[in-house]
């Protein structure tokens, strides 16, 4: 029989696709949000059209007032990002504390853990918890920032040409990459990639986009770890600590790698062969997808708290070794039973995955990877619904 260990590190990495799904749903719904306040900035340009006009003082004034403008509009815009995105880490604290116990509760088939924190400390553990030694508002708010400044600049870039209001709203939209077909959607002038001997331009828009995706997806890597690490200290008469265990395929960090394996108790002492200082993920870089696993205390300690007398005589010989290491996402998935698979990757992935016609990378890239919702996330958790290997 498995020990509980090998079982954990299952229950966890079929949990991370659905993690994976859900940051996805978050950020192509952030995505949007940046698209139409891309909209509502070129519709400000339009009406202040800066462009076809002498460089005189009334050209300067057009450009002070679309300036003024979009400050407001994206200020406006990242203040509602801020409040969506709490709202939703802080339920997704509210899960995976309950995933942690309800994990644990299943392997061992008594349930011994819990894990009921109310909302007010769900939102405090949120706002409290740090991205790189920041909170994650005041990430949002540098990159509001950032966009503000990068638009005024290239604004003055396009009025220093004299470009066209065309190729202007081009420098904050993009255009279309070029199609074999030809070259549609480019704006002649306006120059930022060579594709094949063509142009396009990406426009704010991309680097927007590309920014806000890093901070939702590591922003939720973050509450999850620490929700459930929050969920461990809270159980420590059955757990004694934790191991850092990492996704390990091609966009796998040499950190993340280094680490994979280490353990720590949960006063981040060093107690495997790894002595590493403790370091919760994804605290080593952007866009960390490395967790932390629970390590069971020995059976003897665990019996020794009320109510564990009746532990089945199943889960008592299960109990034992510590969780495998240097296991890829792709080994890990080849080596279930096809009807896991499927229950992992639902059946038309898991088809085109063993005809090698899809990658697990392609399915944990955020284009092209499933969605989720917290909701249905949260109605996964509650009815025990996670993927539980088969013995």
């Known amino acids: 029989m498995p020990s509980a260990a090998n079982i954990l590190r299952d229950i966890f990495m079929a949990r991370a696709f659905d993690l994976e799904k859900v940051k996805t749903a978050s950020a192509k719904n952030i995505t949007r949000i940046l698209e139409d306040l891309m909209r509502e900035i070129e519709r400000e340009l339009r009406d202040a059209d800066p462009t076809g006009v002498a460089r005189t003082a009334y050209q300067q004034e057009r450009l002070n007032k679309l300036f003024n403008m979009a400050d407001k509009t994206i200020k406006s815009q990242y203040k509602g990002i801020v409040g969506i995105l709490h709202s939703e880490l802080a339920t997704l604290a509210e899960i995976e504390g309950l995933f942690a116990a309800k994990a644990i509760n299943a392997v061992l088939k008594v349930d011994v853990l819990d894990y009921v924190v109310s909302r007010e400390v769900l939102e405090k553990l949120v706002t409290e918890t740090l991205i790189e030694g920041a909170p994650s508002a005041e990430w949002w708010s540098k990159q509001a920032v950032s966009l503000q400044d990068e638009f005024k600049r290239v604004m003055r870039v396009g009025v220093a040409k004299g470009e066209t209001l065309q190729q202007m709203s081009a420098r904050v939209m993009g255009t279309q990459k070029p199609s074999l077909l030809g070259v549609r959607g ?15 331009e990406p426009g704010l828009l991309k680097k927007a986009r590309r920014n806000a995706e890093a901070l939702v997806r590591t922003s939720y890597q973050t509450v999850m770890s620490e929700a459930r690490q929050d969920a461990y200290r809270a159980n420590d008469d059955v757990i004694k600590g934790t191991e850092y265990s990492s996704v390990l ?72 070794g ?70």
């Not at 480019?186 to 396009?200: A, Q």
Request: hydrophobic share 35%; glycine share 8%; charged share 20%.
């Open 186 to 200: 480019r704006v002649p002038g306006v120059t930022d990639e060579v594709i094949e001997g063509l142009t396009y």
């Open 249 to 320: 395929d091609s966009r796998t960090t040499i950190l993340c790698r280094a680490y994979d394996g280490a353990q720590w108790d949960l006063n981040g002492n060093p107690i495997g062969s790894k002595a590493l200082p403790f370091l919760q993920p994804p605290n080593g870089h952007w866009g960390c997808r490395s967790i932390l696993l629970p390590i069971l205390k020995d059976l003897e300690d665990i019996l020794g708290v009320p109510g564990m007398s009746a532990m089945p005589s199943s889960t008592r010989s299960s109990i034992d």
């Open 322 to 391: 510590q969780i495998s290491t240097a296991v890829t996402f792709d080994q890990w998935m080849k080596s279930r039973p096809i009807s896991e698979q499927i229950e992992v990757l639902g059946k038309g992935r898991q088809k085109l995955y063993a005809d090698g016609k899809l990658t697990l990378a392609d399915m944990l890239n955020p284009q092209t990877g499933q969605v989720m919702s917290l909701q249905a996330l949260r109605e996964k958790t509650e009815k025990g619904m996670f993927y539980v290997p088969k013995s």
